[in-house]
């Protein structure tokens, strides 16, 4: 089997490449795996955006100028020299956009393994840790694209919740009045955020999206008000509020700093709007803070203990899924793309960010 990998640019995102090679020899301790689908959201064009700044190019590096974008699916493993490790058995976590993948697993339990290559000793461990499907709560096969699209933006999202209410939505929210103002409404990290802080009391939640997208948030029923980015003006400018920003766009950030005077904090979360990314220089109101998942990972797990997070998560995963995925008004359609054409289609069409909110995007590149 050729070992295939989809680069891009990393310094144009629009230019691609199918890079076709022979499959690389095991080492000791290392394990091949097929990588069967990924999900691929904006959320992943954001890694390729930072790639440089934090460091998202050097899970799976590549040639000069060259990048593979990580992305989160599920593989089988199809030859192993790592005890411990059994052909056949499936694992989720964060792999190339490839057909293969080799791996050294490191660390093993029975609910999966750390990758231990050296090149990403230094990486974050959310982003190095596989689980092992078969024993794994959050699995379910019934749903699993739906898992590999929304598993790492929904755990985000629910720790976005947890920190805003966690420091009293920095004295925002009370007596109804309190805003929180969410861009990118329609990403599903967004959506996966107001769908927990929907149940909070004492704040309205406004969803800012562009012109096409606001009838699907509105669909949704998570936001109280949605709103077109044109629509600042229908704002409250006096309540006490926060920015959750989700598309990093400079020019709105300013507007929406300008407009909520009484602007309490402001939340730099994401970078949908890729082509209008920018700093924060001359901002009215609060410095922005970007969140860091990790930090309130490690939070809670010293307040509550390991155990007790992953229940509390999963079983606010557990109705999100069930939301998100009910037959009748489902929030996500999934739709395959096998193939490299298909692959670099899809990947063009979630670049441009013309893509319909509804769909969720899976790929392949392995045989069959
Ligand atoms: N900090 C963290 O730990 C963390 C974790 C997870 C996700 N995030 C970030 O959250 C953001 C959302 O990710 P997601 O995967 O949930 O997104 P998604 O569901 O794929 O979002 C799609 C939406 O993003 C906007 N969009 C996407 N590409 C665009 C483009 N090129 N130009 C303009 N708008 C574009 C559009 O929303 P609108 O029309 O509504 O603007 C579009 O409907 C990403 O930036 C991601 O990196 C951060």
Redesign the pocket.
Known sequence: MRRLDFLVRKDELGATCLRESPPQSLGDGQARLCVEKFAL???N??YAAFGEAMNYWNFYPAETGWGQIPVWGFATVVESRCPGIAPGERFYGYYPMSNEVVLQPLRLSPGGFMEGAEHRAALHAVYNSYSRCGADPFHDPDTEDAEAILR??YT?SWLIDDFLANNDFFGAAGAGTGLVVL????????YGTAFRLARRQGIELVGL??AA?VGFCRDLACYHRVLAYDQLDQIDAEAPSIYVD???NAALRKAIHTRLVNLKFSSS???????QLGGAHDLPGPRPVL?F?PAQIKKRNAEWGAALLSQRLLESWREFIGTVCRPAEPWLLIEHHRGADAVQAAYER????RDD?RKGRMLSLADG
């Open positions: 959201t904006a959320n064009i954001t790492p933006l985000t861009s990118s409404a329609s990403s599903k990290t967004a999206t562009s997208n989700f598309a990093g979360i994401g970078g949908t709007h890729v082509d969140f998942a979630v670049l441009s960010g909110p």
